[in-house]
């Protein structure tokens, strides 16, 4: 026998709410939608979804209050609402980290690089700033700032060079 939409609803539901409860410290009864509120603040799961949720409150109310029988709901929930709150209860299940969520390739320059590899990685990449290392110690940061005031400076002495300043 498969389990239905209501059940699966229920059950996301349920999980949803003790995270809630966990996120908030709480240790007593609180309305669902004032643990939305408490929670919002501190996580960004509950901030993304905060208005589905609410909408999730009153469904769960209706299937949970108005049972007159085992096998009746008085709200079958659609495939693709059961899907996005087990989706909420995932994502709070196991949150991403910082780490994973900024981890990416980090793109330097070797002091020994020119100015228009340097260029080139910041028109193809849109990058703001590059790390500049030689070896394998860091010696500063090309900023798009750092750049422009560096191409005035050269410009005001009548030439500008494709060589990376020291």
Known sequence: ???RNSDRFIFAYNRIEKAMEKISG???YMPFSRLIDKTKKDNAV??????DLRVYANLRNAIVHNRTDA???IAEPHDDIVELIEYIDRELAKPVTVGQMFR?????LKSTDSLSTGLELIRKQRFNQIPIYRNSEFIGLVTANGITYWLADEYSEGVISGEMPP
Request: glycine residues 4%.
């Open 1 to 3: 026998m498969s389990v």
């Open 26 to 28: 709480l240790s007593g």
């Open 104 to 108: 990416r390739k980090v793109h330097t």
């Open 46 to 51: 509950i901030r993304k979804f905060e208005d």
């Open 71 to 73: 096998d009746y709901a």
